[in-house]
T-cell receptor
Framework: ETGVTQSPTHLIKTRGQQVTLRCSSQ?????VSWYQQALGQGPQFIFQ???????GRGNFPPRFSGLQFPNYSSELNVNALELDDSALYLC????????????????FGEGSRLTVL | RKEVEQDPGPFNVPEGATVAFNCTYS??????FFWYRQDCRKEPKLLMS?????NEDGRFTAQLNRASQYISLLIRDSKLSDSATYLC?????????WGAGTKLIIKP
């Protein structure tokens, strides 16, 4: 097991609602990144947090927001849910932030599967 | 054109066969490259980092050709347990760009 835990594992929401997903990073890791994975696709980068600061964001609208806490756990919040937000949301922790030649292994949680009706 | 492109798959191969996956990327500034494996309805897990000199881990060999912006993964003597989706991953600054993955099905 990676030591990265996510909650909830499954949830169903309706359009327009808001959702908060949670992630506990592996012990000793100060970086958390979030990904959205639609069925049959590779993960899409949402954003990365390093020591409680967002230090990179993918091509997602502002209604996707996040937080990282002093213990390096993290939350992903999505407002005004749309049908296309239905996906597996993956949290990954790492020893160092993604960037350049020193990019290391990401350790993923099992994901939160969101269905928007 | 996608930034990271992989063979669409699926690949159906008999146990014991050798299988090769190909991946191309468009950002010439990328410096780190990986192959991840994802089992059905599970999270991705790192299979191998890919180095310029090529690297091998048991039955798995990864190659990087920077001039052609091409990455490959070779699996020799394939096992039933190798059945999974193989994802090519390329670093671009603060983010990792993932291919759509190639599904591998090993048949007994």
């Amino acid at each position: 097991e990676t030591g990265v835990t996510q909650s909830p594992t499954h949830l169903i929401k309706t359009r327009g609602q808001q959702v908060t997903l949670r992630c506990s990073s592996q012990s000793g890791h100060n970086t958390v990144s979030w990904y959205q994975q639609a069925l049959g696709q590779g993960p899409q980068f949402i954003f990365q947090y390093y020591r409680e600061e967002e230090n990179g964001r993918g091509n997602f609208p502002p209604r996707f927001s996040g937080l990282q806490f002093p213990n390096y756990s993290s939350e992903l919040n999505v407002n005004a849910l749309e049908l296309d937000d239905s996906a597996l949301y993956l949290c990954a922790s790492s020893l160092v932030p993604v960037g350049g030649i020193n990019t290391g292994e990401l350790f993923f949680g099992e994901g939160s599967r969101l269905t928007v009706l | 054109r996608k930034e990271v492109e992989q063979d669409p798959g699926p690949f159906n191969v008999p146990e014991g066969a050798t299988v090769a996956f190909n991946c191309t990327y468009s950002n010439s500034a990328s410096q780190s490259f990986f192959w991840y494996r994802q089992d059905c309805r599970k999270e991705p897990k790192l299979l191998m980092s890919v180095y310029s000199s090529g690297n091998e881990d048991g039955r798995f060999t990864a190659q990087l050709n920077r001039a052609s912006q091409y990455i490959s993964l070779l699996i020799r003597d394939s096992k039933l347990s190798d059945s999974a989706t193989y994802l090519c991953v390329v670093e671009r600054g603060y983010q990792l760009i993932w291919g759509a993955g190639t599904k591998l099905i090993i048949k007994p």
